[in-house]
């Protein structure tokens, strides 16, 4: 970072860095659902989400949204923004949720509406994670009813949670709209 940086700037991240993340900006399709995605998923992404989530630095959680804010702010008003879970387990070891860091400079809540199971994504081959609606459960719908809502994550890889959870919301919201920061690139 440039000393000029500091003092005329609140992005936590330098102009060197910022250029490494890999814009995308636009709806795509993942098993059937609009996927809006804000960047893809690349080595330097994954070194900022591991920095994140495995070595809890919580300062740098903010840097995806940063120059989005204003559009975003607009974009999640009066919606319901809820998350793809992660487990509580990983929650408690980290000391923090993710995804509420990495949402922070939106300045919304998000409501916590799911719970999943103590397992861990990345691990599993495709074919499991395409099973993974057995361990994600929606466990407050009443809050749900007639909203429209904005369903959040970090890392789109397959699509399989985002849709498990769009099928449990399905019969209780107005309607639905997804938002990652991040997707794979798709073949």
């Known amino acids: 970072m440039y000393l000029?940086?500091?003092?005329?700037k609140q992005d936590n991240l330098c102009a060197d860095c910022r250029r490494?993340?890999?814009?995308?900006?636009?709806?795509t399709q993942v098993k059937g659902l609009s996927v809006y995605a804000l960047y893809l998923y690349d080595d330097f992404m994954?070194?900022?989400?591991f920095q994140i989530k495995e070595k809890k630095d919580q300062t740098l959680a903010s840097i995806f949204l940063y120059p989005y804010r204003s559009k975003l702010r607009k974009l999640l008003k009066n919606k319901v923004i809820t998350a793809v879970p992660s487990s509580d387990q990983k929650t408690n070891e980290r000391g923090f949720h993710a995804l509420e860091k990495m949402f922070k400079p939106i300045g919304y809540p998000i409501h916590h509406v799911?719970?999943?199971d103590d397992i861990?994504?990345?691990?599993?081959?495709?074919?499991?994670?395409?099973?993974?609606?057995?361990h994600i459960h929606l466990v407050n719908p009443s809050m749900?009813?007639?909203q429209d809502v904005i369903l959040i994550d970090d890392v789109c890889t397959t699509g399989s949670s985002l849709?498990?959870?769009?099928?449990?919301?399905?019969?209780?919201?107005?309607?639905?709209?997804?938002?990652?920061?991040?997707?794979?690139?798709?073949?």
Request: some cysteine; charged content about 20%; proline content about 3%.
């Open 4 to 8: 000029w940086e500091i003092f005329t």
């Open 20 to 27: 490494k993340l890999i814009p995308f900006k636009k709806t």
């Open 46 to 49: 994954e070194e900022c989400m």
């Open 114 to 116: 799911f719970t999943k």
């Open 120 to 134: 861990k994504q990345s691990t599993l081959n495709s074919s499991q994670r395409s099973d993974i609606s057995k």
């Open 144 to 146: 749900l009813i007639g």
């Open 163 to 187: 849709l498990a959870c769009t099928n449990a919301l399905r019969p209780y919201v107005a309607s639905i709209n997804i938002l990652v920061i991040a997707i794979y690139k798709l073949k």
